[in-house]
């Protein structure tokens, strides 16, 4: 992939652009760790021979008390075993997220999160093997209630396909901690 100048201006004026933004921000009156928080999801799920997990560590900037925005990294697992049809398989996911968080009243939130996620699967029927390594984009919008430090409702992928995704549906409930 060439590179040309001009990309590389355009990306030296937006670090500087975000650069600037936060010193000034952070030479303000208050702190700027004191609008950082930090949290994430954590979840495991299991039924008849299957597993999940996911760990995504996340931290957002409260710009005010209606919109923080933030970053986040993922990694999940999964893992079948299909007795009935002998098959078996596995899935291994990592990437990372962008949050925006918009809440008009303390307890009601928006979101919107867009994930880059590679995708590592393994699938085993009685005599082959199949492997495919692919990267994911999954952009959602949800709402959900808020209390306190916790957030819990609803979002939907509007980039979702059926054959790639690591969900098993467009929508997902969502538990949210941050700190």
Do not use: C
Request: no cysteine; glycine share 8%; net charge negative.
């Amino acid at each position: 992939m060439k590179v040309y100048i001009s990309q590389n201006n355009k990306v030296f004026a937006l670090v500087f652009f975000v650069m600037f933004s936060l010193q000034h921000t952070y030479s303000q009156d208050q702190n700027f760790w004191s609008n950082v928080r930090f949290g994430g999801n954590i979840g495991i799920g299991f039924s008849n021979d299957t597993f999940s997990a996911v760990l995504a560590p996340a931290a957002i900037y409260d710009f005010n008390p209606w919109f923080s925005a933030g970053v986040g990294l993922n990694f999940g697992y999964s893992s079948f075993d299909n007795d009935r049809f002998n098959e078996e398989g596995s899935s291994t996911n990592y990437g990372v997220s962008i949050i925006t968080l918009f809440n008009p009243i303390p307890e009601f939130q928006f979101s919107a999160e867009f994930e880059q996620m590679g995708v590592s699967r393994r699938f085993e029927v009685p005599g082959e093997t199949f492997t495919d390594n692919y990267w994911y984009p999954a952009l959602f919008v949800g709402a959900g209630y808020r209390t306190g430090f916790v957030s819990f409702g609803l979002r939907y992928d509007l980039l979702f396909d059926d054959d790639k995704s690591i969900y098993g549906s467009a929508y997902a409930p969502f538990v949210r901690v941050f700190f």
